[in-house]
């Protein structure tokens, strides 16, 4: 069966509405100063070189289940969701200090290379980190500029403005949250859902659905339908994520084994096994996590604490109780047979993902 990503070629549209506006940006800086080639080319190669692409495909089927009408105009709007991605990911790699992204060099290491290669003076990592700071605002930056050249009548764009600034003000609090709860060592599943639903959850699902509605001028009992499905479907994408950081496969997720170990991230799956792990157990969780030069046989054994604590299983059960409860909102709704039907399928892709 195709992918539902594939549904009315719209992953081929988004990457040609993309490879347009960035196309006209790279112009643009290169006018400004031949210095800038890099970094048009840098957020070019980022943008186009990989990703799922499900944040628009759920802004994009939410304004068709509201019966909004296709064209390039909602496509080109719906792929600004990209480029507040593209922010995201920049600066979360630089927070992280993750070397790779996707199985290339992350932004920051990238700059850092740059100045190393050139022989620049000061330090070669701060001026990566310095570089990934500012390509990352300018993907803020220009996810607004998409979104209101996309060619979307004014009014429509005057409907959803309030749902892309909620999103993007979510996501980056959520963030910091995220890097609180690691200053902290917070391992509460209170904590650790809240920031897989203010990070993540939010803005992976129930915001792009509520922007596809408010662009299409939904009613009011569409928004809820959508929250009811978006925000459970939403946090059971983040805890697959958070499965994926820990258990993934490099080859498939294009990150080192057990990153989001080295990096300490307190996700629901840890927080479930600090819960449910003895003392003992507890004290080595606790010692490796954010251990940046954890072995690989550290990594073997702190997933395997995860995995006896029985905290794997527990997000696996979550993740099938949020998948139930998103499917039972969607069922319910009053939205257009096809949308339906591709919903249901992006759910499914979200979840049972492996990279």
């Known amino acids: 069966m195709t992918s539902p990503l594939e549904a009315a070629d719209l992953r081929a549209r988004v990457e040609k509405a993309l490879a347009a506006f960035l196309a006209e940006q790279r112009s643009r800086l290169t006018g400004i100063d031949p210095a800038l080639a890099a970094v048009a080319e840098t957020l070019e190669d980022f943008v186009l070189g990989g990703g799922k692409r499900l944040r628009p495909a759920f802004a994009y089927w939410g304004f068709r289940g509201a ?59 701060a001026f990566g980190d310095s570089a990934a700071v500012l390509l990352g605002d300018l993907a803020l930056v220009w996810s607004d500029e998409l979104l209101h050249t996309s060619g979307v009548s004014p009014v429509d764009l005057a409907r959803a403005r309030p749902v892309f600034d909620e999103m993007r003000t979510e996501v980056t609090v959520g963030q910091y949250l995220d890097v609180l709860t690691q200053a902290t060592a917070d391992t509460s599943l209170d904590r650790a859902g809240k920031v897989a639903r203010y990070k993540s959850a939010k803005y992976t699902v129930e915001r792009p659905l509520l922007l596809g509605a408010a662009l299409a001028g939904a009613p009011v009992e569409v928004y809820d339908a959508y929250s009811g499905f978006g925000l459970p479907l939403g946090e059971a994408f983040q805890l697959r994520d958070d499965v994926l950081g820990v258990f993934g496969d490099p080859a498939q997720t294009g990150k080192p084994a057990g990153d989001d170990l080295r990096e300490g991230k307190r996700t629901y799956l840890v927080a479930a096994a600090f819960a449910e792990l003895d003392d003992a157990g507890r004290a080595e969780l606790d010692a490796g996590l954010g251990d940046q030069g954890l072995s690989l046989d550290g990594v073997a054994r702190l997933r395997a604490l995860i995995r006896d604590s029985g905290a794997l299983a527990a997000t696996e059960r979550r993740i099938d109780e949020l998948m139930t409860a998103a499917l039972a909102a969607l069922k319910s709704a009053s939205i257009d047979g096809e949308a339906h039907d591709v919903l249901h399928r992006l759910a499914d892709a979200a979840t049972r993902r492996t990279v």
Do not use: K, Y
């Open 67 to 125: 019966h909004g009408p296709d064209s390039d105009q909602i496509v080109a709007a719906v792929s600004a969701l990209e480029l507040v991605q593209a922010s995201a990911l920049i600066h979360d790699d630089l927070m992280d200090r993750s070397d790779t992204r996707r199985g290339e060099p992350s932004v920051h290491r990238r700059f850092e290379a740059r100045h190393t290669a050139a022989g620049w003076r000061g330090g070669a990592a």
